[in-house]
């Protein structure tokens, strides 16, 4: 009896594979797993798990054990500078350097890290006060990544040339001043950012997850050909055995195997990893990957211009990208204004043509003339399509907004803690709590909802966010911008502008910011972050706290009392004290040495006494329990 043809055509697949599989000298490498860190599963860590993935397979950074990664750790100044080492490919002449003789404290480098400080020295990446009094187990701090960073990619001069700091973070006062011009660079080449509420935080130390990301940025500037893989994806399997072919920029066709460990990424527009499966990859997509033999651990995609090379030489354009404005969709044929040559080009669609709009799974029905389009063709075909609707409505929070480039640029806050740049067309039209206004009206912390018009703002609709916020002076910055920090009566400190039209009295009477001191209690009426109105009281003021004792730490000097809320929540606090603080039962004073045996679980307590860096710190306990 034969065989039916459907055993035929499947032993005809099953013989293809096990011969496929034989061709490869280690058929185990087929199957090899990727480096996972069960610390790093979180979904707290989406963000950094590609970056960590990615160059712990570089061999630029390693784990603290074969499951943990440690991502909160902070990274010593000597580990930053090894794992910029290895980035750069230099580990194996880090391994025959020696430290010179003249370099300082050249005792306190571990043994293990004095090849690549070396290597480090002699790059250039090492110099000045880093030089003089490197402090190799201190944390690298923010600033500092941005300065080895620079130096390290040969970006000192072009930071040099830096005439004029714009940086608009909130907290760019704290960055040295001779640090400032590597954080703008750094900033501008993306290979560091900034936080969401603004700020740079120069002086945190970096994480051992922040590391990787900044690592990764890094890397786009170094030459990594050796270690990881770039071609264009020709086909991709996923029937039976999941594996896909790419050309190599030599016009040699490979053929990676991807297993379930492999790890799939999709870089996007603003350069971040977002993790894909490999159904999502199509044909014309340029890849990097990284390999064992023949089976990928790491494939990272992106798109872009798609030239491949033939093996004699000549360039052969197989696939392209069109970016430009869809002006019609005609049975099967798109018609796309080129963004390049501004000319109407008519191409045909494939059947099975995967579209994408607005970030979402889409179809060419759901595609509108006036969509901002980018066309992915392959053999005169188009099989991508990523669309963007012309018009569109973004809602957020006011961060800044800048007129340093020729169309102005507001920063705003989204919905969904993203912060996104727009360009502001020149005649936008403004309204801020239904009034009409303008640019400058708009403050930081404004809610405001913006109209696009192919990504440029054409209307901006703006509400203004009143708050009242009194409390004691912690401390003042008088500068170009002034700032004003607040603790406020639960030790919750606030930040404010100062600006020239910020009204500020004092007993009726008008002063200016200079006139205040720490500790001086104030009212403040602010829009956003801005102050519009502040009275001052020149006094200092004791808060008080008033709840029910839990716990006494003699060693530590901490009383714990539970209190209620005005809003009607249960919560703790830490009073502080010391020898100086009084304590009475009652109407009498007892000894401080012997607290334990005064207050005990259930006493009714109150303190007077003041914030200090959130912390409250008691001048008077009073017992109101009066026992024996």
Known sequence: MKPSNRAQKFFAVLLSVFLVLMSFPDINRVFAASI?????ADNRYDWARPYVEKMTLLGVITGKSQDSFAPDDPVKRVEFIAMIVRLLGLEGEAKNKTLPSQFPNVHSIPLWARGYVAVALEKGIISGEDYADFRPEDATKRFEAAVFAVRALGLENEANLIKTISLSFKDTY?????????VQLAVEKKILSGFGDGSFKPREDITRAQSTKVLNQMAEFIDTYDRMITGRVESVKTDFLNYIDVRLADGTLRTYFVGSECSIYKKDQQGALNEITLKDIVPGVKLRIIADGNSAQYIEAFSGETESENPDGTQQVTYRTVNGILRSIV???????????????????DADVRVTKDEKASSLSQLLPGDMVTMMVYGGKVFNIEAESAEKRVEGTVRSVSFLAKNPV??????????????????????????????????????????LEYRKVSKIEAKSMKRSVSGVVKEILISDVSKITITDGEGTEHTFTITKDSKITQNRRTVTISDIKPNFYVEVEAEGDEIVKMEVTARQVLNVVRGTARYVHEDAEVIVVEFETEQGRITTAEIHYSGDTVFLKGNREVSVKNIAEYIEEGDEIIAAGRYERGIFYADVVIDLVTGS
């Not at 704290?174 to 590597?182: G, H, M, Q, S, V």
């Not at 020149?426 to 930081?444: A, W």
């Open 36 to 40: 996972k860190f069960a610390d790093i």
């Open 174 to 182: 704290e960055i040295p001043l001779d640090a400032r011009k590597y």
């Open 331 to 349: 049975a099967g044929y798109v018609v796309v204004e080129n963004e390049e040559t501004k000319d109407n080009e008519t191409l045909p669609v």
């Open 410 to 451: 507001i920063t705003v806050e989204l919905e969904d803690g993203g912060v996104e740049d727009f360009e502001v067309k020149e005649d936008v039209e403004v309204k801020r709590n239904g009034k009409s206004s303008d640019l400058k009206s708009l403050k930081s912390k404004d809610e405001v909802t913006l109209y």
